[in-house]
T-cell receptor
Framework: DAGVTQSPTHLIKTRGQQVTLRCSPK?????VSWYQQALGQGPQFIFQ???????QRGNFPDRFSGHQFPNYSSELNVNALLLGDSALYLC??????????????FGEGSRLTVL | QQQVKQSPQSLIVQKGGISIINCAYE??????FPWYQQFPGKGPALLIA?????SEKKEGRFTISFNKSAKQFSLHIMDSQPGDSATYFC???????????FGAGTTVTVRA
């Protein structure tokens, strides 16, 4: 049973560019959350998708956007990249809207470096 | 704004010793407190979790202690093993809220 898979694992972009990160949830999960983890910090919630809609959003600018597809997979898009966007981007899946009702399963992340 | 404060930032313990990590929170609406373990190059994985209706929860060598009045909770790793060397994150969330607020993490190193 495949867990949460993310792609790409590593990527390098320059300031001002745009990036798209992808996530496939664990089998049987229909909810996807995205977190940003800066070096040496804990993950910060970006947003969560359920039934192809953004259900809740953290304190991130509109440059961060997302999408969920009918097969529950998800994309995170970041426009107009800044140096401060350099981080590990984690995707987490859960069965249903599990914020505090159950376990979040995390992928290994996409490491974004902005030069 | 850090909603969950975690300490220490790092700790070193001898094999067989006890590792203790502390977290504090301000938002009294939080009612779910998980701990996640993260190895280098991997995503965080749930280790153990507690709700405010109990003061302690134990799973194997890992124990969460919860003090609701002090708004603090801690993770104790008993009989620490080299394989426990990882970064540990406490987190919190509240009912009907779908996001976890994480602490900054504690890097634990267990010396053989």
């Amino acid at each position: 049973d495949a867990g949460v898979t993310q792609s790409p694992t590593h990527l390098i972009k320059t300031r001002g560019q745009q990036v798209t990160l992808r996530c496939s949830p664990k089998s049987g999960h229909d909810t996807v959350s995205w977190y940003q983890q800066a070096l040496g910090q804990g993950p910060q919630f970006i947003f969560q998708y359920y039934e192809e809609e953004e259900r809740q959003r953290g304190n991130f600018p509109d440059r961060f956007s997302g999408h969920q597809f009918p097969n529950y997979s998800s994309e995170l898009n970041v426009n107009a990249l800044l140096l401060g966007d350099s981080a590990l981007y984690l995707c987490a899946s859960s069965p249903g809207l599990a914020g505090n009702t159950g376990e979040l399963f995390f992928g290994e992340g996409s490491r974004l470096t902005v030069l | 704004q850090q909603q969950v404060k975690q300490s220490p930032q790092s700790l070193i313990v001898q094999k067989g010793g006890i590792s203790i990590i502390n977290c504090a929170y301000e938002n009294t609406a939080f009612d779910y407190f998980p701990w996640y373990q993260q190895f280098p190059g991997k995503g965080p994985a749930l280790l153990i979790a507690i709700r405010p209706d109990v003061s302690e929860k134990k799973e194997g060598r890992f124990t969460i202690s919860f003090n609701k009045s002090a708004k603090q909770f801690s993770l104790h790793i008993m009989d620490s093993q080299p394989g426990d060397s990882a970064t540990y994150f406490c987190a919190a969330s509240k009912s009907n809220d779908y996001k976890l607020s994480f602490g900054a993490g504690t890097t634990v190193t267990v010396r053989a």
